[in-house]
């Protein structure tokens, strides 16, 4: 199993970080192996990414989501993955990111990828993609501010 966790710090409010990521259907305006993620219902996303140069979908169901806390997430088919992106307010108008993702490399070139911190760097180029997109934004284009427990939207 690999492993990657990066942080980030953001020059915006907790709220408007977690709104931000909440929107995952623009995943794509920051994440550079992401071509589309479509939101099925509130707790399931199905993902469409090139990674190590090889195509991959798959359905991936929100776990636990606590806004200004916490999104965290398992992979149901396709690629084995999942993780956690933790918000943490460092004062009122600035925001640390926690990201951690686990995975199962399929193949040489993704083995060997992990190996040699390709993931790492991805996820940190990501997370200042990330930062780049919400502090020339100032705000979040929309929020989903409820709660998932154990893979089940609490009302």
Same mark, same amino acid.
């Given at each position: 199993?690999?492993?990657?966790?990066?942080?980030?710090?953001?020059?915006?409010?907790?709220?408007?970080?977690? @709104?931000?990521?909440?929107?995952?259907?623009?995943?794509?305006?920051?994440?550079? @192996?992401?071509?589309?993620?479509?939101?099925?219902?509130?707790?399931?996303?199905?993902?469409?990414?090139?990674?190590?140069?090889? &195509?991959?979908?798959?359905?991936?169901?929100?776990?636990?989501?606590?806004?200004? &806390?916490?999104?965290?997430?398992?992979?149901?088919?396709?690629?084995?993955?999942?993780?956690?992106?933790?918000?943490?307010?460092?004062?009122?108008?600035?925001?640390?990111?926690?990201?951690?993702?686990?995975?199962?490399?399929?193949?040489?070139?993704?083995?060997?990828?992990?190996?040699?911190?390709?993931?790492?760097?991805?996820?940190?180029?990501?997370?200042? @993609?990330?930062?780049?997109?919400?502090?020339? &934004?100032?705000?979040?284009?929309?929020?989903? &501010?409820?709660?998932?427990?154990?893979?089940?939207?609490?009302?």
């Amino acid at each position: 199993m690999a492993e990657v966790h990066e942080s980030i710090e953001v020059n915006v409010p907790v709220s408007t970080a977690y @709104n931000q990521w909440t929107q995952f259907e623009q995943f794509p305006q920051f994440m550079e @192996n992401v071509e589309s993620v479509t939101q099925i219902d509130a707790t399931h996303l199905r993902w469409v990414a090139e990674i190590a140069g090889k &195509r991959n979908e798959w359905e991936a169901e929100i776990v636990r989501q606590e806004p200004d &806390r916490v999104v965290a997430w398992k992979s149901v088919d396709g690629k084995g993955t999942s993780g956690e992106v933790k918000f943490e307010p460092l004062g009122s108008d600035r925001t640390k990111i926690d990201v951690t993702i686990s995975w199962e490399p399929e193949g040489m070139l993704e083995s060997l990828g992990e190996k040699v911190g390709a993931d790492t760097m991805g996820v940190k180029k990501d997370l200042q @993609n990330f930062k780049e997109l919400i502090e020339r &934004r100032g705000a979040e284009t929309g929020a989903w &501010r409820g709660e998932v427990i154990a893979g089940e939207k609490v009302d």
